[in-house]
C-alpha cells in the first residue's frame, strides 16, 4: 500500500519560516511530478507549487521567491521551503505524488497525503 507523508508543520509568526517534508513509501516502480497544495478553511484546495522528476518547478504567484519546493529521488520525498510566512498562509498543506504503482509501464494515479496543518500569526 502506498502512502505519503506529511511533517514538519506547526504554528509560527508572521516573517517565520517551516520547511514541510513528504516522504513515499509501500510499493511502487516511479514517480513522476510531485507538488503540494493547501487549503484554507472555507476555500477550495489551491496549487502552492510543483516539482517535475526532472527537478523542474513551478509556482503559485503568492509564494514566488518565499517558497522553494525540492525533492530527493534517493530518499522518495519532497519538501517544501516556506519564509517570510504570511497569515494568510495558514492552511492544510497536502502532498501529492503522480505514481506508477502496479507496473512500470500502468497509468500513473495521484496519491495524497493525510494534510499537516500550518498556522501562521499576526
Known amino acids: 500500500q502506498v502512502q505519503l507523508v506529511e511533517s514538519g508543520g506547526g504554528l509560527v509568526q508572521a516573517g517565520g519560516s517551516l520547511r514541510l517534508s513528504c516522504a513515499a513509501s509501500g510499493t511502487f516502480f516511479s514517480i513522476s511530478a510531485m507538488a503540494w497544495y493547501r487549503q484554507a478553511p472555507g476555500k477550495q484546495r489551491e496549487l502552492v507549487a510543483t516539482?517535475?522528476?526532472?527537478?523542474?518547478?513551478n509556482y503559485a504567484d503568492d509564494v514566488k521567491g518565499r517558497f522553494t519546493i525540492s525533492r530527493d529521488n534517493a530518499k522518495n520525498t519532497v519538501y517544501l521551503q516556506m519564509n517570510s510566512l504570511k497569515p494568510e498562509d495558514t492552511a492544510v498543506y497536502y502532498c501529492?505524488?503522480?505514481?506508477?504503482?502496479?507496473?512500470?509501464?500502468?497509468?500513473?494515479?495521484?496519491?495524497w497525503g493525510q494534510g499537516t496543518q500550518v498556522t501562521v500569526s499576526s
Open positions: 501529492n505524488g503522480v505514481m506508477r504503482v502496479h507496473s512500470p509501464w500502468s497509468r500513473p494515479s495521484d496519491y
Open positions: 516539482i517535475t522528476s526532472g527537478s523542474s518547478t
